[in-house]
């Protein structure tokens, strides 16, 4: 098997022809345990939350493609998680990992959401999103994201963007040239 192979083994549940959020979040929990450069988290467990939830979340929109809520083997093996999940596992300072890792990454993307969330609900609407980066988007780009034109929203709550959604715009709002941003 090759190293993505043996990745996505391990990281399924049993039997599973592709791994879930709830899988990375599993094992990647052992990185909030074990890693120096993420020592400071243990004592804020809902820092430790959001993190993963980022990280996650970033994996995600780099790496499936279909936005299926899964990775699939040959997903795994095209990816670079692989090679970086090396580096995190040798490098001390998590903020020189930049693919999904970097706690600096996440620590401006759930800043500027908490700064939009100005009720700490957990969810965003149209007048709250239209506020991002000194009102950047307009009414028109908010609509559209609202009504799901480039991704189907996944907070649950009619027109409200949750904090996953708001990564994924996020990340696609800095880097317009990624394959899931266009």
């Not at 996505?8 to 120096?36: E, N």
């Not at 467990?45 to 970033?58: A, G, S």
Request: aromatic share 12%.
């Amino acid at each position: 098997l090759s190293g993505g192979a043996r990745l996505f083994h391990l990281l399924r549940d049993g039997d599973a022809r592709h791994v879930t959020r709830a899988d990375w979040r599993r094992h990647l929990a052992a990185l909030l345990d074990t890693h120096p450069g993420l020592e400071f988290l243990k004592a804020t467990p809902e820092f430790q939350d959001r993190y993963l939830e980022c990280v996650v979340e970033r994996i995600y929109y780099t790496n499936d493609r279909a936005d299926s809520g899964r990775l699939t083997c040959p997903e795994i093996e095209r990816s670079n998680l692989l090679r970086v999940l090396r580096v995190v596992d040798t490098e001390a300072d998590i903020n020189k990992i930049n693919d999904y890792f970097s706690y600096e990454h996440f620590y401006v993307l759930y800043c500027k959401f908490w700064e939009l969330d100005t009720d700490h609900d957990f969810l965003l609407d149209r007048d709250d999103v239209v506020k991002l980066g000194n009102y950047a988007l307009t009414y028109r780009i908010v609509d559209r994201v609202f009504e799901g034109a480039c991704r189907r929203l996944t907070s649950g709550a009619p027109d409200r963007l949750g904090y996953q959604d708001f990564i994924w715009l996020l990340l696609s709002e800095e880097d317009k040239t990624s394959e899931t941003a266009m």
